[in-house]
């Protein structure tokens, strides 16, 4: 009985610590990638896992979706325009073991494919093109580098344009551009009312020749107008009969 105590003593306690430093736990929103004697044994899901020192390694993967800040990239476009132009990529890990044995760094190496392919799809594109369809270069950039990280594990769920900066001069210069186009088309809105004016005025004057009394009250409508202003104008009136006489004495000596 007394050599059993001695060898659990001596084997048992040793055992038992070894047991427990093996345990590794793996959290929900991880994956545990198993190499056993270095070769590839297997993917290990959320739980407590049994791995033995020296002959076992497990490297934990996080399979969250990951936000990668793509840096300002110098970029001439299509046009030989220089920009600079910055984007975010969204991406989520859907093979561990891919990530770990395909790529020594899948966070930089999605990194650095994606400012590539940003300044190549750049230099593909107008100025205008750029600035008009944002979101269909960014989807362009998304499928190139969708497709070269499969083979990594790595699926991108979104790519964003953040900012496209402009040299300073080419910005004064779309301003100017600009505002000469608004002025332009408020020349454009303010003839257009003139010509409407100038139609209903002369639509007016047939109204008022084609019935005499007409003007007449128009006339007088004016003459009250003016009655009504605190003011020191003076108004003389004459009788349209007067001036009509006049006018027929005029033709008698001709």
Request: glycine share 4%; hydrophobic share 45%; charged share 30%.
């Given at each position: 009985?007394?050599?059993?105590?001695?060898?659990?003593?001596?084997?048992?306690?040793?055992?038992?610590?070894?047991?427990?430093?093996?345990?590794?736990?793996?959290?929900?929103?991880?994956?545990?990638?198993?190499?056993?004697?270095?070769?590839?044994?297997?993917?290990?899901n959320p739980g407590w896992?049994?791995?033995?020192?020296?002959?076992?390694?497990?490297?934990?993967?996080?399979?969250?979706?990951?936000?990668?800040?793509?840096?300002?990239?110098d970029a001439i476009t299509?046009?030989?325009?220089?920009?600079?132009?910055?984007?975010?990529?969204?991406?989520?890990?859907?093979?561990?073991?891919?990530?770990?044995?395909?790529?020594?760094n899948y966070y930089f190496?999605?990194?650095?494919?994606?400012?590539?392919?940003?300044?190549?799809?750049?230099?593909?594109?107008?100025?205008?093109?750029?600035?008009?369809?944002?979101?269909?270069?960014?989807?362009?950039?998304?499928?190139?580098?969708?497709?070269?990280?499969?083979?990594?594990?790595?699926?991108?769920?979104?790519?964003?344009?953040?900012?496209?900066?402009?040299?300073?001069?080419?910005?004064?210069?779309?301003?100017?551009?600009?505002?000469?186009?608004?002025?332009?088309?408020?020349?454009?809105?303010?003839?257009?009312?003139?010509?409407?004016?100038?139609?209903?005025?002369?639509?007016?004057?047939?109204?008022?020749?084609?019935?005499?009394?007409?003007?007449?009250?128009?006339?007088?409508?004016?003459?009250?107008?003016?009655?009504?202003?605190?003011?020191?104008?003076?108004?003389?009136?004459?009788?349209?009969?007067?001036?009509?006489?006049?006018?027929?004495?005029?033709?008698?000596?001709?």
């Open positions: 009985m007394d050599a059993i105590i001695s060898l659990l003593k001596a084997f048992g306690i040793p055992l038992l610590v070894l047991i427990i430093i093996s345990i590794k736990q793996i959290n929900e929103y991880q994956r545990g990638v198993m190499f056993t004697i270095g070769k590839y044994t297997g993917t290990k896992r049994l791995v033995i020192p020296i002959f076992q390694r497990m490297v934990k993967v996080d399979i969250r979706t990951k936000v990668v800040d793509v840096p300002d990239q299509k046009d030989n325009v220089s920009i600079k132009i910055n984007a975010v990529i969204y991406y989520k890990i859907n093979d561990a073991a891919k990530s770990v044995i395909e790529v020594e190496a999605v990194s650095q494919l994606a400012q590539t392919t940003m300044r190549n799809i750049v230099g593909e594109a107008t100025l205008d093109e750029l600035l008009k369809n944002r979101d269909e270069i960014a989807k362009r950039i998304e499928t190139i580098v969708d497709k070269s990280s499969l083979a990594w594990g790595i699926d991108v769920k979104s790519v964003e344009l953040k900012d496209i900066g402009l040299p300073d001069d080419l910005k004064r210069t779309m301003a100017k551009a600009a505002e000469a186009e608004r002025e332009k088309k408020a020349v454009i809105i303010q003839s257009e009312g003139e010509v409407l004016a100038a139609e209903n005025v002369s639509k007016a004057a047939r109204m008022l020749s084609e019935s005499p009394g007409a003007l007449h009250l128009r006339t007088l409508q004016s003459i009250n107008d003016l009655s009504s202003d605190q003011s020191n104008t003076t108004v003389w009136m004459i009788p349209v009969e007067a001036l009509r006489a006049l006018e027929g004495m005029a033709k008698k000596k001709d």
